[in-house]
C-alpha cells in the first residue's frame, strides 16, 4: 500500500471550515484513499473514502485531485467534538486488507 | 447500537497469566480484524478473519498469541503467559465484505495492562 504524509498538527476555530491534507503521491490505480479520526480513549472512526471523485457525507467532504496524489479532508464547521487525530490511510483494491495507519494530524478545535 | 462490541474494556492483569479478549463485530459482518495500539505508537494489524478463517496472521507477535472466530460471528483474542510488553489497547473491527471498498469499523477496544 502507497505511504501517506500529513502534517502533525493543526487548529481550526470553531464554526470554520477544517482542511486536512494528505499527500499520496506513490498512489496506484486501485488504491481507494480512506479517512478515520480517533478521539482519545475510543476506537477509530470511519469518516469516508474515495477512489477518484470527489465524496461527501454527512460529516465530512473528500477531495481528491485529478493526478490522485494528495486528497483533502474537509469538516465544513468544525466543533469541539471534532477534535482528534485524523489518519488518512491508502489501500489496495480487491483484496482482503488491512489497514495501516501513520502518525496521523491532531486536529484543535478551538473556541 | 449496532456497532462493534468489546469486552472488557479494561483488563488488569499479572505477568504470566493468560487472558481472553472478546469481539462481537456488526451482524452480518463476514470479515473481523484485530489491531492493537501501543501506548504512544499507531495501530499494528494483528489478524484477520474471514468467515471463520484466518487468511492473514502475519501480524501476531509471537507464538503465544491466538485467535479463533466461530460461527462467523464472535472472535476471541488469546494471549498466553503474558508479558510486560503486551500491554496496549486491543482493538477489533469488522466489514460487511472483506474487500477494500468496503469500511472497517472499529470497536472502543479493549485496554490491557499487564503488571
Known amino acids: 500500500d502507497a505511504k501517506t504524509t500529513q502534517p502533525p498538527s493543526m487548529d481550526c476555530a470553531e464554526g470554520r471550515a477544517a482542511n486536512l491534507p494528505c499527500n499520496h503521491s506513490t498512489i496506484s490505480g486501485n488504491e481507494y484513499v480512506y479517512w478515520y479520526r480517533q478521539i482519545h480513549s475510543q476506537g477509530p472512526q470511519y469518516i469516508i473514502h474515495?477512489?477518484?471523485n470527489n465524496e461527501t457525507n454527512e460529516m465530512a467532504s473528500l477531495i481528491i485531485t485529478e493526478d490522485r496524489k494528495s486528497s483533502t479532508l474537509i469538516l465544513p464547521h468544525a466543533t469541539l467534538r471534532d477534535t482528534a487525530v485524523y489518519y488518512c490511510i491508502v489501500r489496495n483494491t480487491g483484496t482482503a486488507s488491512k489497514l495501516t495507519f501513520g502518525t496521523g494530524t491532531r486536529l484543535q478545535v478551538t473556541l | 447500537g449496532a456497532g462493534v462490541s468489546q469486552s472488557p474494556s479494561n483488563k488488569v492483569t499479572e505477568k504470566g497469566k493468560d487472558v481472553e479478549l472478546r469481539c462481537d463485530p456488526i451482524?452480518?459482518?463476514?470479515?473481523l480484524y484485530w489491531y492493537r495500539q501501543s501506548l504512544g505508537q499507531g495501530l499494528e494489524f494483528l489478524i484477520y478473519?474471514?468467515?471463520?478463517?484466518?487468511?492473514?496472521k502475519s501480524g501476531l507477535p509471537s507464538d503465544r498469541f491466538s485467535a479463533e472466530r466461530t460461527g462467523g460471528s464472535v472472535s476471541t483474542l488469546t494471549i498466553q503467559r503474558t508479558q510486560q510488553e503486551d500491554s496496549a489497547v486491543y482493538l477489533c473491527?469488522?466489514?460487511?465484505?472483506?474487500?477494500?471498498?468496503?469500511?472497517?469499523?472499529f470497536g472502543d477496544g479493549t485496554r490491557l495492562s499487564i503488571l
Open positions: 473491527a469488522s466489514s460487511l465484505t472483506p474487500f477494500s471498498n468496503q469500511p472497517q469499523h
Open positions: 451482524s452480518g459482518h463476514t470479515a
Open positions: 478473519f474471514q468467515g471463520n478463517s484466518a487468511p492473514d
Open positions: 474515495g477512489l477518484k
